[in-house]
């Protein structure tokens, strides 16, 4: 997962910087508002995805290890530690999906002029700055995740490996 997730989160990273340099791109007039609107739609729906995944692997791991602890006894913090990894990156997630909606309405609201493009300008940057620190904390919480299930991997039973 460490991997997958590192390549999701540069993968949005470069999407969010190219979606941000179209809307420059529009403002020149170099290219059609309409790239601009889709490419923060695309980006908007795959920052959701991305922390989503978050969601539903510490929800599933979360779930495996406690199971695991329970069906073979093992004594120990790995449940108490998978819940706080999770809730420590849960607010990073939801907020990181937040900032990116915020994003996109006051796109949307800039381009029917309810809103000036500079106030859409500044959600997007203090999305994109939340977003990054997001992806960060989030692979943080996923290696040491990962390095959980390796030390109940050592204390399971070798039949409860296959």
Request: charged share 10%.
């Amino acid at each position: 997962m460490n991997y997958v997730f590192i390549g999701l989160a540069i993968a949005n990273t470069i999407l969010l910087l190219l979606t941000a340099g179209t809307g420059y791109l529009q403002m020149g007039q170099i290219l059609p508002e309409h790239f601009h609107i889709l490419a923060g739609l695309f980006v908007t729906l795959f920052t959701c995805f991305v922390h989503s995944i978050i969601f539903i692997y510490f929800l599933g791991t979360g779930k495996s290890i406690k199971t695991a602890c329970d069906e073979y006894k093992i004594e120990g913090d790995f449940v108490r530690m998978t819940r706080k990894l999770k809730g420590r990156s849960f607010p990073f997630a939801l907020f990181g999906s937040l900032a990116m909606m915020a994003a996109a309405f006051t796109g949307g609201a800039a381009a029917t002029e309810a809103v000036s493009p500079n106030g859409h300008h500044v959600t997007v940057l203090a999305a994109m700055g939340w977003n990054i620190l997001c992806f960060v904390y989030e692979y943080k919480a996923v290696c040491e995740n990962t390095f959980l299930l390796e030390r109940l991997a050592a204390v399971l039973p070798p039949a409860a490996q296959t």
